[in-house]
């Protein structure tokens, strides 16, 4: 099982960016996913997840700026982030879960490597 994030990087605030996660070895369409961040000195926290049929939910501190969507046929799902701000700045993991409990409360069985986002002002 594997879920390949990418899609990190430095943007200036303002701009955007668009995290994937490639997710092999699981059954994709019965796997709930998330985006999580943890900033520095923070704790981890769920920002976006989608569930199978495909309906997003999001945290407030991303809502009207940040998209989740999957892709079944590619088995990935993608995290549109836009209007970034300084306190975006953290590292992005995806997790997948079966149970949507799971993935809402952070406790994913499947996590994929982290990738970094850093906001410049």
């Known amino acids: 099982v594997q879920l390949q994030a990418s899609g990190g990087g430095l943007v200036q605030a303002w701009g955007s960016l668009r995290l994937s996660c490639v997710a092999s070895g699981i059954m994709f369409r019965y796997n709930h996913m998330g985006w999580y961040r943890q900033a520095p000195g923070k704790e981890r926290e769920l920002v976006a997840r989608?569930?199978?049929?495909?309906?997003?939910n999001y945290a407030d501190s991303v809502k009207g700026r940040f998209t989740i969507s999957r892709d079944v046929a590619k088995t990935t799902v993608y995290l549109d982030m836009n209007q970034l701000n300084v306190d975006d700045t953290a590292v992005y993991s995806c997790g997948a879960d079966t149970g949507l409990w799971a993935v809402i409360a952070g406790h994913p069985r499947y996590w994929g490597q982290g990738t970094l986002v850093t906001v410049s002002s």
């Open positions: 989608v569930d199978t049929s495909g309906s997003p």
